[in-house]
T-cell receptor, first 114, second 118 residues
């Protein structure tokens, strides 16, 4: 069975600073990887995903994540954060051919301060 | 575009009472899911339905039952509510695509149902 570990429960950062949110996964088979974002009092929405191909994937709002198979990681990065990026971020994994069952990490709360 | 609709949005129950959370999607998705969200624990999968007519247990199925009524609807039932089931519940759906296109393996979530069991 697959599992996800998000190494930081909270990450405080100042506006315009870079940020990295860490995610490691465990699986005995090939995986798909995702980052979802949850803004206050809302449901989750997809930020970016890795299914195949290039290991570096990007979102439309400046986030990127790199799939590292040898380190079983999928860390999320942004070179310069904005106040509006304040949210909770969830890493998720599903196994290829595994009935589309997504397993989520515990989440990382990103707090951007002015 | 309604997407995934959950009802009710809020509910307070007493220990031992029963209730059903309703979920419907209008995107013709094959797979549907119920998650619960608790502080510090992220989202945990309760049950899922890979396709109409099938249901399977997720990570935390105890105390819950589900029904995939048709392709659109997937309900979650608490037969005898307990305080440990106080949580925010999210329904989600996903298409099953033959190729890894832009919509492949992407969950669409409902707005959530906040349940308190006293």
């Amino acid at each position: 069975a697959q599992s996800v570990t998000q190494l930081d429960s909270q990450v405080p950062v100042f506006e315009e600073a870079p940020v990295e949110l860490r995610c490691n996964y465990s699986s005995s088979v090939s995986v798909y990887l995702f980052w979802y974002v949850q803004y206050p009092n809302q449901g989750l929405q997809l930020l970016l995903k890795y299914l195949s191909g290039s290991t570096l994937v990007e979102s439309i709002n400046g986030f990127e994540a790199e799939f590292n198979k040898s380190q079983t990681s999928f860390h999320l990065r942004k070179p310069s954060v904005h106040i509006s990026d304040t949210a909770e971020y969830f890493c998720a994994v599903s196994e290829v051919g595994g009935y589309n069952k997504l397993i989520f990490g515990a989440g990382t709360r990103l707090a951007v301060h002015p | 575009n309604a997407g995934v609709t959950q009802t009710p949005k809020f509910q307070v129950l007493k220990t031992g009472q029963s209730m059903t959370l309703q979920c419907a999607q209008d995107m013709n998705h094959n797979s549907m899911y119920w998650y619960r969200q608790d502080p510090g624990m992220g989202l945990r999968l309760i049950y899922y339905s890979a396709s109409e007519g099938t249901t399977d247990k997720g990570e935390v199925p105890n105390g819950y039952n589900v029904s995939r009524l048709n392709k659109r609807e997937f309900s979650l039932r608490l037969e005898s509510a307990a305080p440990s089931q106080t949580s925010v519940y999210f329904c989600a759906s996903m298409p099953v695509l033959l190729s890894l296109g832009s919509g492949a393996n992407v969950l669409t979530f409902g707005a959530g149902s906040r349940l308190t069991v006293l």
